[in-house]
């Protein structure tokens, strides 16, 4: 990418920054549109919750194969060839997944889109970092906190909504539109902020990439069902990114720079991430089936308990981004990872009985929660990079975080279901219904425990974070 020291004056950043907000609200939406529609989905396919949980492990298994070349791809093609072919892939999933006949074409359709989303954000990561100055990245960063964290907690409640009066197909019916109206606002306002440099590309590299995430999600999300299968995938893909990560260091054109890692405040930011985006998703995906399954509310009503946090969350993002701008991220960081721990300390406790008030507001307080953490952690990261590593760091921390939510969506569905084995085989009547609600519960309560605990570590690594002074090649343009 070049520079813009000698032209950010002439950049209208509203439209751009309204264009590229479009098409990852609409791209970001469909990570967790699903979750609501999962228990509909078992019984309309007749598939096990092991196995429809791959509508949302795929999704996020190709995103993370994909983030990894983003910053390859960014050298290769300019913002609007790299959005507008992006919303057009995503486009193409939609209408398979809308029309799939079988479940095989609804997965089918769901890793197309995932490969369209997997462009969309590094892209508008890459060029909010390039057309803002450090100083006024709070905000800016702020707006895609709205998009990154409302998108994905609305998408349970539109999806509630819709399911309640037509069929699970609509979720993608209406998906349409708003994704060609993305693409012809974006053809409209959408300039370039870079320029192709065409850098060599290293084969070998994408090759090992491709092995590394795709195997250790896959290895990973598998599970016990993946049989030997899943463990040699899991293996090859470990040993994969070992080489990759050596390769990376080897050569003069790496994909990924790993040499962002030199910088303290990003490796920390990286790991905070990574660690609350694997409770992120996990309760995104346990919460939904609660629900519908301990609680046996409809999806609309299901929807409806979820709305409030979602609601709330995407208000309060551009409001995070700006007292980040003022105060840093230690006062918002640190309280908003105390404030999820104990909320998920208190999903552990759930029970069959709970009202929906009480899940109302726990929701909420998670929502609160994260968009105090997400922004203001990544920000402080991404602004202690030299500018020459923005599409590096960028790739770097979307791929691990979708990695991790790939990850931990298969990981905590593998304890939920290894809870309820667990205590059904030691109930008397294990095939009574109110049996196999305790079941449940306590299958979740073991999953949620485990989140409690890596919410408890990204906390402690909290107090560490501190205000990122800018490259001076960055101040001097801001």
């Known amino acids: ?27 970001i939406l469909n990570e967790t549109l699903l979750n609501i529609a999962l228990s509909d989905l078992i019984g309309y396919f007749h598939v096990t919750p092991t196995t429809v949980q791959w509508l949302t492990t795929a999704y996020l298994l190709v995103i993370g194969i994909l983030m990894p070349v983003t910053a390859l791809l960014t050298g290769w093609f300019t913002t609007r060839q790299m959005f507008l072919g992006a919303m057009t892939i995503f486009l193409i999933g939609t209408v398979i997944c809308g029309f799939a006949p079988t479940f095989s074409f609804l997965l089918v359709g769901r890793v197309i889109q995932a490969a369209g989303s997997g462009l969309i954000l590094p892209v508008m990561m890459n060029t909010i970092l390039f057309i803002y100055p450090p100083d006024k990245r709070g905000g800016a960063m702020g707006l895609i906190g709205l998009v990154i964290m409302f ?21 993608f019916y209406l998906v ?22 065409k850098p060599k590309v290293d084969v070998f590299s994408v090759v090992l990439s491709t092995l590394g995430f795709g195997g250790l999600v896959y290895g990973m999300g598998s599970g016990a069902e993946g ?19 050596w390769r990376q260091l080897a050569i003069a054109n790496p994909i990924l720079d790993f040499r962002a890692f030199k910088y303290p405040m990003y490796t920390l930011a990286t790991i905070i991430l990574i660690l609350v985006m694997v409770t992120l998703f996990a309760t995104m995906i346990l919460l939904p089936l609660y629900l519908q399954r301990a609680l046996l509310l409809s999806s609309f009503s299901a929807g409806l308990v979820l709305l409030p ?17 003022r105060f840093g991220p230690r006062w918002l960081v640190t309280p908003g990872l105390v404030i999820m721990c104990v909320v998920i300390w208190l999903f552990s406790r759930l029970t069959v009985s709970e009202s929906m008030l009480y899940v109302i507001i726990l929701y909420a307080a998670l929502l609160i929660g994260m968009s105090m953490v997400m922004m203001p952690v ?12 923005y599409p590096h760091g960028t790739a770097i921390m979307n791929t691990l975080q979708q990695v991790a939510g790939g990850i931990g969506t298969a990981l905590f569905i593998g304890i939920m279901v290894s809870g309820q ?12 219904p109110a049996q196999m609600l305790q079941a449940l519960v306590s299958g979740m309560s073991r999953a949620f425990f485990i989140a409690l605990v890596v919410g408890v570590l990204s906390l ?9 002074v800018a490259p001076k090649e960055d101040q001097s343009e801001g």
Do not use: C, H
Not at 179 to 196: D, E, G, H, K, Y
């Open 1 to 27: 990418m070049t520079t813009l020291a000698a032209t950010k004056q002439e950049i209208k950043r509203g439209p751009i920054t309204v264009a590229l907000i479009i098409g990852a609200f609409v791209a």
């Open 151 to 171: 998108a994905p907690a609305l998408g349970p409640t539109l999806s509630g909504l819709i399911i309640a009066s037509l069929s699970w197909r609509w979720l």
């Open 176 to 197: 349409l539109p708003l994704a060609v109206f993305s693409i012809l606002f974006a053809a409209r306002f959408l300039t370039n902020v870079s320029q192709a440099t």
């Open 227 to 245: 049989g030997w299968l899943g463990l040699v995938l899991l293996i090859v893909g470990v040993a994969s990114l070992i080489l990759f990560v």
């Open 309 to 325: 946090g979602g609601l709330i969350n995407g208000m309060l993002s551009p409001v995070m981004g700006k007292l980040f701008d």
């Open 378 to 389: 990544t920000t402080t990261g991404m602004n202690q990079l030299p500018k020459q590593m």
């Open 421 to 432: 084995q667990a205590y059904l085989s030691q109930s008397a009547n294990p095939k009574a």
């Open 460 to 468: 402690l690594l909290s107090f560490f974070l501190k205000r990122t």
